[in-house]
């Protein structure tokens, strides 16, 4: 199993970016994914997770209205859109690959101006 996060960068507050990360592996299009994020000296936390099929999406509170999950099967590869973005969105993110249970090695996403 490997998921491979890009598209992180440095970006000003109402910026967008878009983070891919690019499944291999497993059968990726079986399987649920999410995003979450870590800030410096905070826990872990889920951003949005998409069902197998791409039918079911579910946001936390910090994102809603600004962030995009999505999927392409055919290319096993799950985005998420970010948006409006805010200082409080730096973070590392990571995308999860449900069911297995692993991680990938993280995109560094920094809002500032």
């Known amino acids: 199993v490997q998921l491979v996060e890009s598209g992180g960068g440095l970006v000003q507050p109402g910026g967008s970016l878009r983070l891919s990360c690019a499944a291999s592996g497993f059968t990726f299009s079986r399987y649920a994914m999410s995003w979450y994020r870590q800030a410096p000296g905070k826990e872990r936390e889920l951003v949005a997770t998409?069902?197998?099929?791409?039918?079911?999406?579910n946001y936390a509170d910090s994102g809603k209205g600004r962030f995009t999950i999505s999927r392409d099967n055919a290319k096993n590869t799950v985005y998420l859109q970010m948006n409006s973005l805010k200082p409080e969105d730096t973070a590392v993110y990571y995308c999860?690959?449900?069911?297995?249970?692993?991680w990938g090695q993280g995109t560094q996403v920094t809002v500032s101006s």
């Open positions: 999860y690959l449900h069911g297995i249970g692993s």
């Open positions: 998409i069902s197998s099929a791409g039918s079911i999406l």
